[in-house]
């Protein structure tokens, strides 16, 4: 008796990802391509920025915030870090004095300069108290037009070979297994630790939890939300570099509408929208199930304009989904 | 016509997991005040939402009048002429008096083929209606506006404009001053004249035998019983409710108390209207019990103490030390520990683990290499204090929010012994938790005191400062108006202090 509950509940839990599994094999059987080593590895290769992304936007969320800056950020690091790693001898150079740079360093610097535009989000989410929603909408903007100065509004090509191979290479020449894939592992290990196994994370969810009460117990609230801007910020610059390295270019244009991927992965994902529950495993599969999704309607041949309705619709039933689990329990 | 204004038969209500109401009943004569009791969790409330048509019953019938009635809905019940006042309010801060007592169910006029709210009638009714409760307030100011237990009188007064027949009270006077309680009283005494039935829940045994014409107590969600009020005794109704003997309201205490090591001098809050030129002193091992009315500012300078309120002027000491206290952070790290007084709002982390709430305080004592976290430190920890406390869970990992309320604050308990404070400063440590759960929040606060900790205890119970402080503090509007000590200590002299206004 007890186990037949809890296989219905198992399904009604888990609805999306069942769907979304289901209509991945019924894919696989229509097109043999299906699970060829170009199309998963394409998949790693799109997921692996998503993920990053999500994952930065997954502290906000939690803590009952929001990011809406993400997905400019995200642009503004791609722009950064192309800038700085275009060929010497590219007609078209943005900056002509821009020195010869390796990637590791043109990465740390994109890192080093977005980090400052999360902590301003952090500071004025935490000291001025402006609603997250209302900070990083203004963020949003601000961030757009600082791309459009610096960039001049012209896209940005020209990548050194060395900066393009980082999204496009293969571990051991497998296609299976695409560069991307290094990072987004380490980025999820290390979230993982963060969140269950630090006081930074406990911190968080504490504060999502209920946040006078957090204060009360001694979290210093102001320092943990700062602490989640920067790090979410951090993030988006690391994505934003693999995204210009992917694209093989960047533009004002690139990491549009990123944030409300991000935010709607993780309500997927189980991260609740009520604060203090998220995991990280929950945003990779949140993830997932939004990249499967675009792939398999490909597949299946249909109009891209269908694939935004299905998203649409993913969204509104996952989250409906999730609030029924709480619903019910009143 | 039927003996019974309104029976409830056999009801019986299952949430996943939990048989909440099992078999439970409710006879309800015509104006009469009947009261209801049993523990937290006895299934009071719920019993109340089924008839109020919050929760449908799984089995059971409801005899409205004689006749058997299904009532669908809240709109359902206040058309038939049955209201509840919430044990939790649910204002709209932002509107109106007037639109808050007739929400939903506003006056309506038509120009032509459109209908609108008529706001004047609104008003002028909404003005009628306070005067029936004899309250003197402006219709159309901002609900906002009004202090905590006013608006409980405003919930009161949109119960009475709705005519009732059967009137629910969910615990009416958890906020209300003495004053305001008997004007309450006196708006019950009216109802009853004018045939009203009405329910009236409450944990405060003074009130019940004083207002009660009959009582019904339930437990684990059964009927017990129902008798006359008159003759009730509290030690009856606390054996019925509780299932057993209860020797002895509070435990004996063998705390010694010591020198005095806290001292608070002249302290101040930043705003005119709140505690000012406080100042006194607590022993190790004393137990310093705070009186006071509502409004009084116990709970602000206990929490301008703990760094949750800012202060001008004022010296805190322990054992000669100054503490410099700004924000929680600094009370704690100088050893002293909060249980603040609404434990939902500012206490419990509802939607995470038993774990993560008892360790949340003092997770620096487990780091492994400076950066992560000992779960299995964590683990002994929580268990350690399970043990020692008797916290009822079924495992560390579980949702604090699905606890009781008496675990629920002795979860918060461990959370502060884990640092192993000196100065515990506990704000109404037993509100809302049932008589069982608070002769063990007794025995912990006694034994904190035995071990040389020194406790300030603010209550509004009486019966609780009386029997459970070594020496009482008594503040009347912002003001430390005089100690009482506790082997002397009564309801006279204390509220001689506490009304000591200047």
Same mark, same amino acid.
């Given at each position: 008796?007890?186990?037949?509950?809890?296989?219905?509940?198992?399904?009604?839990?888990?609805?999306?990802?069942?769907?979304?599994?289901?209509?991945?094999?019924?894919?696989?059987?229509? =097109?043999?391509?299906?699970?060829?080593?170009?199309?998963?590895?394409?998949?790693?290769?799109?997921?692996?920025?998503?993920?990053?992304?999500?994952?930065?936007?997954?502290?906000?969320?939690?803590?009952?915030?929001?990011?809406?800056?993400? *997905?400019?950020?995200?642009?503004?690091?791609?722009?950064?870090?192309?800038?700085?790693?275009?060929?010497?001898?590219?007609?078209?150079?943005?900056?002509?004095?821009?020195?010869?740079?390796?990637?590791?360093?043109?990465?740390?610097?994109?890192?080093?300069?977005?980090?400052?535009? !999360?902590?301003?989000?952090?500071?004025?989410?935490?000291?001025?108290?402006?609603?997250?929603?209302?900070?990083?909408? !203004?963020?949003?903007?601000?961030?757009?037009?600082?791309?459009?100065?610096?960039?001049?509004?012209?896209?940005?090509?020209?990548?050194?070979?060395?900066?393009?191979?980082?999204?496009? *290479?293969?571990?051991?020449?497998?296609?299976?297994?695409?560069?991307?894939?290094?990072?987004?592992?380490?980025?999820?290990?290390?979230?993982?630790?963060?969140?269950?196994?630090?006081?930074?994370?406990?911190?968080?969810?504490?504060?999502?939890?209920?946040? =006078?009460?957090?204060?009360?117990?001694?979290?210093?609230?102001?320092?943990?939300?700062?602490?989640?801007?920067?790090?979410?910020?951090?993030?988006?610059?690391?994505?934003?570099?693999?995204?210009?390295?992917?694209?093989?270019?960047?533009?004002?244009?690139?990491?549009?509408?990123?944030?409300?991927?991000?935010?709607?992965?993780?309500?997927? *994902?189980?991260?609740?929208?009520?604060?203090?529950?998220?995991?990280?495993?929950?945003?990779?599969?949140?993830?997932?199930?939004?990249?499967?999704?675009?792939?398999?309607?490909?597949?299946?041949?249909?109009?891209?304009?269908?694939?935004?309705?299905?998203?649409?619709?993913?969204?509104?039933?996952?989250?409906?989904?999730?609030?029924?689990?709480?619903?019910?329990?009143? | 016509?039927?003996?019974?204004?309104?029976?409830?038969?056999?009801?019986?209500? /299952?949430?996943?997991?939990?048989?909440?109401?099992?078999?439970?009943?409710?006879?309800?004569?015509?104006?009469?005040?009947?009261?209801?009791?049993?523990?937290?969790?006895?299934?009071?409330?719920?019993?109340?939402? @089924?008839?109020?048509?919050?929760?449908?019953?799984?089995?059971?019938?409801?005899?409205?009048?004689?006749?058997?009635?299904?009532?669908?809905?809240?709109?359902?019940?206040?058309?038939?002429?049955?209201?509840?006042?919430?044990?939790?309010?649910?204002?709209?801060?932002?509107?109106?008096?007037?639109?808050?007592?007739?929400?939903?169910?506003?006056?309506?006029?038509?120009?032509?083929?459109? /209908?609108?709210?008529?706001?004047?009638?609104?008003?002028?009714?909404?003005?009628?209606?306070?005067?029936?409760?004899?309250?003197?307030?402006?219709?159309?100011?901002?609900?906002?506006?009004?202090?905590?237990?006013?608006?409980?009188?405003?919930?009161?007064? $949109? #119960?009475?404009?709705?005519? @009732?027949?059967?009137?629910?009270?969910?615990?009416?006077?958890?906020?209300?001053?003495?004053?305001?309680?008997?004007?309450?009283?006196?708006?019950?005494?009216?109802?009853?004249?004018?045939?009203?039935?009405?329910?009236?829940?409450?944990?405060?045994?003074?009130?019940?035998?004083?207002?009660?014409?009959?009582?019904?107590?339930?437990?684990?969600?059964?009927?017990?019983?129902?008798?006359?009020?008159?003759?009730? /005794? /509290?030690?009856?109704?606390?054996?019925?409710?509780?299932?057993?003997?209860?020797?002895?309201?509070?435990?004996?205490?063998?705390?010694?108390?010591?020198?005095?090591?806290?001292?608070?001098?002249?302290?101040?809050?930043?705003?005119?209207?709140?505690?000012?030129?406080?100042?006194?002193?607590?022993?190790?091992?004393?137990?310093?019990?705070?009186?006071?009315?509502?409004?009084?500012?116990?709970?602000?300078?206990?929490?301008?103490?703990?760094?949750?309120?800012?202060?001008?002027?004022?010296?805190?000491?322990?054992?000669?030390?100054?503490?410099?206290?700004?924000?929680?952070?600094?009370?704690?790290?100088?050893?002293?520990?909060?249980?603040?007084?609404?434990?939902?709002?500012?206490?419990?982390?509802?939607?995470?683990?038993?774990?993560?709430?008892?360790?949340? #305080?003092?997770?620096?004592?487990?780091?492994?290499?400076?950066?992560?976290?000992?779960?299995?430190?964590?683990?002994?920890?929580?268990?350690?204090?399970?043990?020692?406390?008797?916290?009822?869970?079924?495992?560390?990992?579980?949702?604090?929010?699905?606890?009781?309320?008496?675990?629920?604050? $002795?979860?918060?308990?461990?959370?502060?012994? %884990?640092?192993?404070?000196?100065?515990?400063?506990?704000?109404?440590?037993?509100?809302?938790?049932?008589?069982?759960?608070?002769?063990?929040?007794? @025995?912990?606060?006694?034994?904190? %005191? $035995?071990?040389?900790?020194?406790?300030?205890?603010?209550?509004?119970?009486?019966?609780?400062?009386?029997?459970?402080?070594?020496?009482?503090?008594?503040? @009347?509007?912002?003001?430390?108006?005089?100690?009482?000590?506790?082997?002397? #200590?009564?309801?006279?002299?204390?509220?001689?202090?506490?009304?000591?206004?200047?």
């Amino acid at each position: 008796m007890g186990k037949k509950i809890n296989v219905k509940k198992l399904i009604s839990d888990n609805a999306i990802i069942l769907l979304i599994i289901l209509l991945a094999i019924v894919t696989w059987a229509n =097109s043999q391509n299906f699970m060829s080593r170009d199309n998963v590895g394409n998949l790693i290769s799109n997921v692996a920025p998503r993920f990053i992304i999500a994952c930065g936007v997954s502290g906000c969320l939690i803590t009952k915030g929001t990011d809406l800056s993400a *997905g400019r950020q995200v642009g503004l690091a791609a722009c950064f870090a192309a800038m700085m790693q275009q060929t010497l001898d590219y007609s078209a150079r943005v900056f002509d004095w821009m020195p010869d740079m390796h990637w590791i360093f043109a990465l740390v610097l994109t890192v080093a300069i977005m980090a400052i535009i !999360g902590a301003v989000n952090g500071c004025v989410i935490a000291f001025l108290k402006v609603p997250p929603f209302i900070a990083t909408l !203004g963020m949003q903007t601000l961030v757009y037009g600082t791309c459009q100065i610096i960039t001049g509004n012209q896209p940005i090509g020209g990548f050194k070979e060395s900066y393009r191979a980082l999204a496009s *290479g293969n571990f051991f020449g497998n296609r299976f297994l695409p560069y991307l894939l290094l990072p987004a592992l380490l980025v999820g290990v290390f979230m993982w630790f963060l969140y269950n196994k630090t006081r930074h994370g406990k911190y968080m969810y504490a504060i999502g939890g209920n946040e =006078s009460a957090a204060q009360v117990a001694g979290v210093n609230v102001s320092a943990s939300l700062i602490r989640i801007y920067i790090l979410a910020s951090v993030l988006y610059a690391l994505a934003g570099f693999l995204i210009g390295s992917k694209a093989g270019g960047a533009s004002t244009a690139t990491g549009t509408g990123y944030e409300l991927e991000a935010i709607a992965a993780c309500t997927i *994902g189980g991260v609740s929208v009520n604060g203090g529950v998220g995991r990280i495993s929950g945003i990779l599969i949140g993830v997932l199930v939004f990249e499967v999704l675009k792939i398999c309607l490909q597949f299946l041949r249909f109009d891209p304009a269908y694939t935004f309705i299905a998203q649409g619709l993913v969204i509104i039933v996952a989250v409906a989904l999730d609030l029924r689990k709480y619903l019910a329990k009143k | 016509m039927s003996e019974y204004r309104l029976e409830m038969r056999d009801v019986v209500k /299952t949430f996943p997991g939990v048989k909440a109401l099992n078999h439970a009943q409710l006879k309800l004569r015509p104006g009469t005040v009947h009261a209801l009791m049993g523990e937290n969790g006895a299934g009071k409330s719920t019993l109340m939402k @089924c008839m109020f048509g919050i929760y449908h019953m799984d089995e059971g019938e409801v005899l409205y009048e004689g006749q058997k009635v299904q009532i669908k809905g809240p709109l359902d019940a206040l058309n038939r002429g049955i209201a509840m006042v919430h044990q939790e309010l649910q204002p709209i801060p932002e509107r109106s008096i007037g639109e808050n007592i007739y929400v939903g169910r506003y006056p309506t006029k038509k120009y032509g083929p459109v /209908t609108v709210i008529d706001h004047a009638k609104m008003y002028e009714d909404a003005e009628a209606v306070l005067k029936e409760v004899h309250l003197n307030f402006n219709p159309r100011a901002k609900l906002g506006s009004l202090s905590v237990s006013q608006m409980q009188l405003v919930e009161i007064a $949109k #119960a009475v404009s709705a005519d @009732c027949k059967v009137l629910i009270l969910d615990e009416p006077t958890s906020s209300l001053t003495a004053a305001e309680v008997e004007a309450l009283f006196t708006i019950i005494n009216e109802l009853r004249e004018k045939g009203v039935s009405i329910v009236y829940i409450s944990h405060k045994m003074d009130e019940i035998l004083r207002i009660s014409d009959e009582v019904t107590i339930m437990r684990d969600g059964q009927y017990i019983g129902t008798w006359d009020a008159k003759g009730l /005794t /509290t030690d009856f109704i606390i054996t019925k409710m509780v299932g057993r003997e209860l020797s002895n309201l509070f435990p004996k205490r063998e705390n010694v108390p010591g020198e005095v090591v806290f001292r608070v001098e002249n302290f101040t809050s930043i705003n005119p209207k709140s505690f000012r030129h406080a100042s006194f002193e607590v022993r190790k091992g004393e137990i310093l019990g705070v009186a006071g009315l509502v409004g009084a500012q116990r709970t602000e300078l206990m929490e301008g103490l703990f760094g949750l309120r800012s202060h001008t002027e004022g010296k805190i000491t322990y054992q000669g030390r100054e503490l410099k206290i700004n924000q929680p952070k600094d009370a704690i790290n100088s050893g002293i520990a909060m249980l603040t007084e609404d434990r939902r709002a500012t206490g419990i982390l509802g939607v995470l683990s038993i774990a993560d709430n008892v360790s949340i #305080a003092s997770l620096n004592q487990y780091l492994i290499g400076g950066v992560m976290l000992d779960d299995r430190k964590i683990e002994q920890l929580v268990q350690d204090n399970v043990a020692k406390l008797s916290i009822k869970t079924p495992s560390s990992k579980t949702l604090i929010q699905s606890l009781s309320g008496g675990n629920q604050q $002795k979860v918060l308990i461990s959370r502060w012994l %884990a640092n192993d404070p000196d100065v515990f400063i506990l704000d109404e440590p037993t509100r809302g938790i049932d008589v069982g759960a608070k002769y063990e929040i007794y @025995c912990i606060i006694a034994a904190l %005191a $035995k071990q040389g900790k020194s406790v300030i205890m603010i209550s509004s119970e009486m019966s609780e400062l009386i029997g459970m402080s070594d020496r009482i503090m008594v503040m @009347c509007d912002g003001r430390v108006t005089g100690f009482i000590d506790g082997a002397e #200590a009564n309801q006279e002299n204390i509220m001689a202090l506490a009304t000591q206004f200047e």
